[in-house]
């Protein structure tokens, strides 16, 4: 059975961007401002996706290099939805993941640890990302004593019902 995506409007900071939403998943996309490199066979619209319970945002960036073309960045970010708005908030630790068999990179923690430091983020919140990167980690790129050359689950199998879904107002 074919479900069909509900329309959302994704905030990234204060710029409104359409997406949509199927379940605890949703796309959205944004066109890359002129003047920032863009890989030549990309195109300036960039879809990103939000397991929308699990604090994370995937994406395959087109400003990527050829060489790079079909890795993932990720991003745990803090996501409050209401109604049909979806605002998403970095919280600054990032992981870039390449094809199966080559070691995944985790960006960004002295950052986090900057805005705890600052007040930016609360204790409460840097547990809160913190947990959410381990268990981004152990679900989709380590498993329980995984030690093969696939990822267990990535990308995820459940960004299936966005993935290639038209988005409309783009």
């Known amino acids: 059975m074919?479900?069909?995506?509900?329309?959302v409007t994704v905030l990234r900071g204060d710029v409104p961007c359409p997406g949509v939403r199927v379940g605890r998943v949703a796309a959205y996309e944004f066109d890359i401002p002129e003047g920032i490199y863009v890989r030549p066979d990309a195109g300036r619209r960039q879809r990103a996706f939000l397991l929308l319970d699990e604090s994370v945002q995937l994406n395959q960036p087109v400003v990527f290099k050829p060489e790079r073309a079909g890795w993932w960045y990720i991003d745990l970010v803090e996501i409050r939805e209401s109604g049909d708005m979806i605002r998403v908030t970095d919280h600054y630790v990032d992981f870039i993941v390449g094809p199966p068999g080559r070691p995944y990179r985790v960006l960004d923690l002295h950052e986090l640890?900057?805005?705890?430091?600052?007040?930016?983020?609360?204790?409460?919140?840097?547990?809160?990302?913190?947990?959410?990167?381990?268990?981004?980690?152990d679900k989709y790129l380590q498993g329980e004593e995984h030690y093969g050359q696939q990822w267990p689950d990535f990308p995820p199998a459940a960004l299936a019902p966005v993935r290639e879904v038209d988005i409309p107002g783009c």
Request: aromatic share 4%.
């Open 113 to 137: 640890g900057e805005a705890l430091t600052s007040g930016e983020l609360t204790t409460r919140q840097v547990a809160h990302i913190l947990a959410a990167a381990q268990a981004f980690a």
């Open 2 to 7: 074919e479900v069909t995506p509900e329309r």
